[in-house]
């Protein structure tokens, strides 16, 4: 089991050292982070893995759309030969109805078609010259696959998959798709809150910050046979109740435990903890120690 997390883009470096120094003693086998308008990926894995011994760092993800084939291969073979065999890739990124994605206000990149784009951007890391040390072990790779075709290139063409906003059922499929040798690590939000109704709350506004604003994650549910009413129709126009609670869990440890098990039991190798907070910008350090001892209790299960 896992962290993953967008809060150390909001953190001073020393502070993010600190945390993901405790986050290694606490027993988590991997540090997730996304990629933003915060520290680039390349900069956020040198901080994570240079304050840490043993865990794995991983991107999820690095966006393809913010650097070219060239930088990304030589950065991974900077990461996997300063830091053998704790590095892993995830490489991922959308495009918007063809148009430039806003975010504040700053239009990012457009993708081509997304599984030709990913492959032809494999294809391009694969071929860059190397002019220095090659890591040994090579660092490995994961997609941000939704998608029966983003899928199967992950199966393919990398160690496997990341899926990101994804309730069980997505885990399942995605095994079946990908067939038992390709590597599953799934994202799960979490709300360790013991107001119920404040936990909803919180549930529910990180839910509908993608329904709102990512159509590859709408049609990503569509799929799974979510609708328009599951996106718009709950409580003031926001996400309904059978979505929220089926991509975030919300309670006790004993709630947040059983969630975990059905994602192995669903094919998962692998399960990352978001905890989110109330307040978005609040630290959630106090949440990754108390969901501790579930690391420590899947240690070394998976399917």
């Not at 090579?138 to 393919?156: F, K, N, Q, S, T």
Request: overall charge negative; charged content about 25%.
């Amino acid at each position: 089991m896992g962290i993953w997390t967008f809060a150390f883009d909001g953190w001073p470096a020393a502070r993010v050292r600190e945390a993901a120094a405790e986050l290694e003693e606490l027993g988590y086998g991997a540090i997730w982070f996304g990629e933003a308008f915060g520290r680039d990926t390349v900069g956020q894995a040198w901080l994570l893995l240079g304050a840490t011994r043993r865990i794995t760092v991983a991107a999820g993800i690095a966006n393809i759309a913010f650097r070219n084939p060239i930088a990304m291969a030589t950065a991974e073979r900077a990461l996997g030969e300063a830091f053998p065999g704790r590095y892993l890739l995830g490489l991922g990124g959308h495009r918007v109805d063809d148009r430039p994605m806003q975010v504040d206000g700053y239009a990012v990149p457009v993708m081509g078609r997304p599984v030709a784009t990913m492959r032809a951007y494999l294809d391009a890391m694969d071929a860059v010259p190397a002019h220095g040390p090659v890591p040994d072990p090579a660092p490995r790779r994961v997609l941000a696959a939704l998608g029966p075709r983003m899928l199967e290139l992950a199966a393919e063409r990398t160690w496997g998959a990341h899926p990101y906003f994804v309730p069980v059922e997505h885990t399942a499929r995605a095994r079946r798709i990908m067939g038992p040798g390709a590597f599953l690590g799934v994202e799960q939000a979490v709300v360790l809150d013991g107001d119920p109704d404040r936990a909803r709350r919180t549930a529910r506004a990180h839910v509908a910050g993608y329904t709102d604003l990512a159509p590859h994650q709408r049609a990503n549910l569509e799929r799974l046979g979510f609708g328009e009413d599951d996106f718009f129709g709950g409580p003031g126009g926001g996400p309904s109740d059978r979505l929220v609670d089926a991509i975030v869990v919300r309670g006790d440890l004993e709630a947040i435990d059983e969630r975990v098990r059905e994602h192995f039991d669903a094919g998962a190798d692998h399960v990352c903890l978001q905890a989110l907070t109330a307040d978005p910008a609040a630290s959630p350090l106090a949440q990754w120690r108390e969901l501790a001892p579930l690391a420590a209790d899947h240690s070394g299960k998976s399917r």
